[in-house]
């Protein structure tokens, strides 16, 4: 949570677009992980995934998209 709010405040500061693309992305990158771990049946749909390097490369792309 802490690094949610970090990262938010940081996209936040170029405005509210970056701050919707970096949250999009952080998302959508999860999702596809995630639904390729299920497709190649190394997790199931109850595995737990880490979030945080999602959220920080979703402020990546967005910091380098802006």
Known sequence: MKLAVA???????YGWRTLA???????????AF??????????HTKS???Y???LICGTVLA???R
Do not use: E, N
């Open 7 to 13: 990262l938010g405040a940081m996209l936040g500061w």
């Open 21 to 31: 693309l970096g949250a999009i992305a952080g998302q959508l990158l999860a999702a």
């Open 34 to 43: 995630g639904l390729g771990l299920i497709a190649l049946r190394r997790a």
């Open 48 to 50: 737990a995934i880490p």
């Open 52 to 54: 945080g390097p999602f």
């Open 63 to 65: 910091m380098i998209a």
